[in-house]
Antibody, heavy 121, light 109 residues
Framework: QVQLVESGGGVVQPGRSLRLSCAAS????????MHWIRQAPGKGLEWVAV????????YYADSVKGRFTISRDNYKNTLYLQMNSVRAEDTAVYYC??????????????WGQGTLVTVSS | DIQMTQSPSSLSASVGARVTITCRAS??????LNWYQHKPGKAPKLLIY???SLQIGVPSRFSGSGSGTDFTLTISSLQPEDFATYYC???????????FGQGTKLEIK
């Protein structure tokens, strides 16, 4: 079955870096765009970034632009999120999700279980 | 930027009740609206895409409607497993931005 498994979360000091991974299985990973979405403690969902199936296009939320980088390895069926210069407000559960679209409408399905990132000194 | 506003923010209802959650966009988004269910510690789950299309495997008691700026998610007869937080999400501004509503927490009465 289609499965996404995130890893790489943990406690990181403000200003430092962390790389998240999302291992995909059960579908042809190289033909789908992928997203990162996060949820801060007690808050709602916030879209973070998207990458095209071939890595040619990438878009970011204003809150992470210039600090986070989304990438993928289609040989390893893995999605990444490189988080640099992290801030306390980046503390959240980070989810990866597959990009689906029909006639301009885009949605996220499925999602992984998430990995928790805590930014704290 | 397109803002999404859900109402109510929280809702208490009994098993078997009919429940409606509303999502309003700050501008016309056609039918570029999707609904998700999220339970604590679990992966969010797609329920409805393109405003009214039921995702495969989702029970038929869930339905969505609307177009333009006003949308609704209806659960026709609440089941115990439906108590969760529900989010709407717009993709009209894709690929540069995807916005969620603030969520509606559905609790047991």
């Amino acid at each position: 079955q289609v499965q996404l498994v995130e890893s790489g979360g943990g406690v990181v000091q403000p200003g430092r870096s962390l790389r998240l991974s999302c291992a995909a299985s059960g579908f042809n990973f190289r033909t789908y765009g992928m997203h990162w979405i996060r949820q801060a403690p007690g808050k709602g969902l916030e879209w973070v970034a998207v990458i095209w199936f071939d890595g040619t296009n990438k878009y970011y939320a204003d809150s992470v632009k210039g600090r986070f980088t989304i990438s993928r390895d289609n040989y390893k069926n893995t999605l990444y999120l490189q988080m640099n210069s992290v801030r306390a407000e980046d503390t959240a559960v980070y989810y990866c999700a597959r990009k689906l679209a029909v006639r301009g409408n885009n949605w996220f399905d499925p999602w992984g279980q998430g990995t928790l990132v805590t930014v704290s000194s | 930027d397109i803002q999404m506003t859900q109402s109510p923010s929280s809702l208490s209802a009994s098993v078997g009740a009919r429940v409606t959650i509303t999502c309003r966009a700050s501008q016309d988004i056609s039918n570029y609206l999707n609904w998700y269910q999220h339970k604590p510690g679990k992966a969010p789950k797609l329920l409805i895409y393109a405003a009214s299309s039921l995702q495969i495997g989702v029970p038929s008691r869930f339905s969505g409607s609307g177009s333009g700026t006003d949308f609704t998610l209806t659960i026709s007869s609440l089941q115990p497993e439906d108590f969760a937080t529900y989010y709407c999400q717009q993709s009209y501004s894709a690929p540069r931005m995807y916005t969620f509503g603030q969520g509606t927490k559905l609790e047991i009465k």
